[in-house]
Nanobody
Framework: QVKLVESGGGLVQPGESLLLSCTTSGFEFRFWTIRWYRQAPGKERNQVARISPNGIPEWYRDSVKGRFTISRDNAKAMAYLQMNDLKPEDTAVYYC?????????WGPGTQVTVGS
């Protein structure tokens, strides 16, 4: 059974940092692209970043370029999203996802809140 679980969210002030983690199981992690998405209240879910199976960041949303870094550890079957210089507009639920041949799998999400 494919499983993804995000962690590391929280409440921070503007300019601070958070490291999100995505712990996975149930599939051959090292062979698949991993994606981070976010969804703010009342808005659609949008991709934030994407990383190739061999650890090359493939894409970042324009609004996070230079502030967010995606990475992965294939030995641990985990992916990460380092978020620096956080802004109030980064407030959202963050999800990790993998697109497998038999369908998409998503974690339950972790809440990131920037500001009071």
């Amino acid at each position: 059974q494919v499983k993804l679980v995000e962690s590391g969210g929280g409440l921070v002030q503007p300019g601070e940092s958070l490291l999100l983690s995505c712990t996975t199981s149930g599939f051959e992690f090292r062979f698949w692209t991993i994606r981070w998405y976010r969804q703010a209240p009342g808005k659609e879910r949008n991709q934030v970043a994407r990383i190739s199976p061999n650890g090359i960041p493939e894409w970042y949303r324009d609004s996070v370029k230079g502030r967010f870094t995606i990475s992965r550890d294939n030995a641990k079957a985990m992916a990460y999203l380092q978020m620096n210089d956080l802004k109030p507009e980064d407030t959202a639920v963050y999800y990790c996802a993998v697109y497998l041949p038999d369908g998409e799998s998503w974690g339950p999400g972790t809440q990131v809140t920037v500001g009071s």
